[in-house]
């Protein structure tokens, strides 16, 4: 749980409270301890590589759950 605090304070709370899915417009949330962001209404993963999200939507997988 430690880790997880960590990473996610890798991406400011400012900044993930403004970033949304370039897809739908929805909010994003962390997922796997700040490797990537998600988007709950699309279902998009992001990636975040040396602490910048990559948001892209050609970057992006679907996560099935």
């Not at 400011?12 to 301890?33: G, H, M, S, T, W």
């Not at 962001?37 to 699309?42: Q, R």
């Not at 992001?46 to 939507?57: A, K, M, N, S, T």
Request: charged share 30%.
């Amino acid at each position: 749980m430690v880790k997880e605090r960590k990473m996610a304070a890798m991406i400011p709370q400012d900044l993930l409270e403004i970033l949304v899915c370039p897809a739908c417009k929805k909010p994003l949330v962390i997922k796997d301890n700040g490797e990537s962001l998600k988007c709950n209404a699309c279902r998009r993963v992001y990636p975040v590589r040396e602490d910048i999200p990559i948001l892209l939507v050609d970057e992006a997988v679907t996560d099935p759950s």
